[in-house]
């Protein structure tokens, strides 16, 4: 059984490369502040650090890409990622007078990677295969000892509790969590939950703000709060969100403050000695262009150069300078060079001491990583990442399980020997996968929940968390009604959402939907097929003028196409009083986000029939899940641009027609 998901998944992989190489460019990052750490010529090891000016979720510690220079193109390999500071390694010294360069990822080298991981589970040993294959349905869940959940608080609901419950009893177990319920919040009790029971926890996502989430959940508990500080949790890979004090280099460097100190002064004596040698070979130039006026001064009255005595106090010391300045050209130069040799010696053993304490460093940052209770990484770093490599876990938490595709997530749920929990909603975002290839679409593209709990509403493995927080009762019932069967229940809301439901525009509306009805038109770039509406683009701008203008402390604009977000975009930056208070984005980038005003543009208009991203015609289509993200971000007003007759002429039983008719018998409609 094992041989048949790595033969069936390596060939998926495969597939879904070749798409990628077809369809998708490399992804380029860019670099500043170069500088290099430690060369071995004989070896043909040198290693540079370098400050990443952007996060990116493709650079990944092990990972290869190429680093290019104003003069060269190299392959190079990530040692560590720590903030926004990135250490590589190559193999030939790398010319760095700007300081800037470019990272260059093929993405599909991150893929080439996982097939090496998915041969591992047969080749190698120590994987716990049977968790991976009871978490996809081919072996029986198991029944574990349940825990003492006393120390959960009375703010958690009935249906909290019961996750967590579930969790420490049964595997493998899904948190089924719709937005705004609190799957967060639950997430943190459940890993407080392993972590008291003595448990070694592995928590992971797709992606780093899906993993920070989930540290976040954490560190709002005294307990887990607790964890951090004593170093038993720690944080892999790059993120420009606050670690909390759980990233490897700041536990490290708790943990060996006197190690960090001594690189830290070593660094700063460095610095100094490096500017004192570019003084002084600067004053020795100048000592060569005074040397015509000494020999001069030998015929008349001055045997002593002009130097400015400034110049030499970069190097030597107030006294000794005043002395050497009055001195002869020549014995003065002499003295520089002794200086600049003396500077050039201390200054390479000074990278040497500082190469040897980062060694050592890096090996106390794999015992840290090696003996911490609680590891947190995206998936590509648990198979990438040579941190991890060996690391076994006694549970395993997928957080947004439903977005994970299903290779990665089986070779990571086999790191874990007890238990695999996942958490996320199959109503959600699913994998996102290139190929359009029916195998590839089955084997990557289908999430967790479909797989094995394709029913969760019946299945003992699932706990649906039943209660939201975060919209306006109109707009819960609407996505709970039209998404979640109806069973979405309203908890304790401020009274937020009613004063943004009172604003402009619309006053006194949770819900609007702005009919177009066949005033727009609908097209496509040349050479491309994402689509732009111009009159939607305008009114969009508009609305979202409108909330500003009311009490709307946040406003997101979402549209299902790049192209119109492009559109949208330029107006936005046109009006600066918006651009800083209004987002447009595709639904993918609002994936776990929240806004008080949501303003979801549905582009599709004559004379183009409806897209793939809204009309949920072909059985892989991801329409539902992609109208649930756009619509249930919003807090107190959800505003809805679509050309209501228009889907209904040619989409009548679809799901944005669905969603159109549910919206105007609640909601208020208006035409522009």
């Given at each position: 059984m ?14 879904e ?10 992804y ?11 060369s ?24 290869e ?9 190299d ?9 926004d ?27 080439e ?17 049977d ?6 349905g ?42 705004g319920?609190?799957?967060t919040?639950?997430?943190?009790y ?12 592995l ?20 307990d ?67 040397a ?25 010391s107030?006294?000794?300078a ?48 090696a ?27 997928v ?24 958490v ?17 679409q ?17 299945s003992?493995?699932v ?22 069967d ?27 939907v ?6 727009s ?23 979202a003028?409108?909330?500003v203008?009311?009490?709307a ?13 492009r559109?949208?975009g ?19 980038r609002?994936?776990g986000g929240?806004?008080?005003v ?28 992609l ?46």
């Open positions: 094992l041989q048949r998901f790595i033969d069936s998944f390596s060939r998926a992989v495969a597939g490369m070749e798409s990628m190489r077809q369809r998708l460019g490399p380029e990052i860019p670099v500043a502040e170069g500088e290099q750490l430690d071995d010529e004989d070896e043909g090891r040198f290693v540079f650090r370098f400050r990443l000016q952007q996060a990116n979720d493709k650079l990944v510690q092990g990972g890409c190429n680093l290019i220079t104003e003069r060269s193109d392959l190079v390999s990530v040692i560590s990622i720590d903030g500071q990135v250490v590589l390694t190559g193999s030939r010294p790398i010319e760095l007078t700007a300081g800037r360069a470019t990272l260059v990822i093929y993405p599909w080298f991150l893929y990677r996982l097939q090496q991981a998915l041969r591992d589970l047969d080749e190698k040993e120590g994987f716990h295969t968790t991976a294959l009871a978490l996809f081919k072996a029986p869940a198991r029944q574990l000892r349940g825990d003492d959940l006393a120390f959960l608080p009375d703010s958690l609901n009935e249906s909290q509790r019961r996750a967590v419950a579930l969790c420490g009893r049964t595997t493998p177990a899904f948190v089924w969590g719709p937005p319920t609190g799957k919040t639950t997430l943190g459940i890993i407080l939950s392993l972590l008291r029971r003595g448990q070694r926890v928590v992971t996502s797709t992606t780093n703000a899906a993993v920070d989430q989930a540290l976040g959940s954490l560190t709002a508990l005294d887990g709060r607790a964890a951090i500080d004593r170093g038993h949790v720690v944080r892999l890979g790059q993120t420009r969100a606050d670690t909390h004090g759980a990233g490897l280099r700041q536990v490290v460097d708790r943990l060996y403050v006197e190690t960090r100190d001594h690189i830290d002064r070593l660094e700063r004596r460095r610095s100094s000695m490096l500017n004192q040698l570019a003084a002084g070979k600067v004053l020795l130039v100048e000592m060569e262009a005074s015509p006026a000494a020999q001069l001064g030998l015929f008349e009255l001055s045997t002593v150069a002009e130097v400015d005595r400034g110049r030499l106090v970069d190097l030597f107030e006294a000794n005043r002395r050497l300045a009055e001195t002869p050209l020549g014995q003065q130069r002499a003295c520089v060079e002794r200086r600049l040799a003396r500077l050039d010696k201390a200054t390479r053993l000074c990278v040497e001491k500082t190469q040897r304490l980062r060694s050592g460093l890096r090996h106390r940052e794999s015992v840290v990583a003996e911490a209770r609680l590891v947190l990484a995206t998936m590509t770093n648990v198979y990438m990442s040579s941190l991890m490599a060996g690391q076994r876990f006694d549970a395993v938490i957080e947004e399980a439903g977005m994970a595709i299903l290779p990665t997530l089986f070779y990571c749920s086999c790191l874990g020997e007890q238990r695999a929990i996942m996320g909603d199959p109503q959600q975002l699913p994998p996102i996968v290139q190929s359009s290839e029916p195998f590839v089955r084997a990557m593209g289908r999430s967790i929940f479909q797989i094995t709990v394709p029913e969760p509403h019946v003992d493995l706990i649906m968390l039943d209660t939201q927080y975060r919209m306006h009762p109109q707009i819960g019932d609407l996505v709970g009604g039209l998404f979640y109806g069973r979405l229940l309203h908890g304790e809301i401020t009274g937020q959402t009613e004063s943004i439901a009172a604003s402009e525009p619309c006053p006194g509306s949770a819900i609007v702005v009919d177009t009805d066949g005033r038109t609908c097209g496509t770039p040349q050479g491309s097929y994402s689509r732009y509406n111009e009159e939607h683009a305008e009114i969009a701008v508009d609305m003028r409108q909330a203008n009311g009490s402390g946040s406003v997101a604009i979402i549209a299902p196409y790049v192209e119109q977000v559109h949208i330029r107006r936005l930056k046109a009006n600066p009083a918006l651009s800083d208070r209004v987002e447009c984005r595709t639904v993918h609002f994936q929240e806004r008080d949501v303003i979801f543009d549905t582009v599709d208009a004559e004379p183009l029939p409806p897209g793939r991203l809204l009309s949920g015609k072909t059985p892989s289509s991801s329409a539902s899940n109208i649930n993200v756009s619509l249930s971000r919003a807090r107190g007003k959800l505003i809805i641009l679509a050309d209501i007759g228009y889907f209904r002429r040619h989409d009548p039983a679809g799901i944005i027609s669905q969603v159109l008719a549910a919206a105007q018998k609640t909601g208020t409609v208006v035409c522009p």
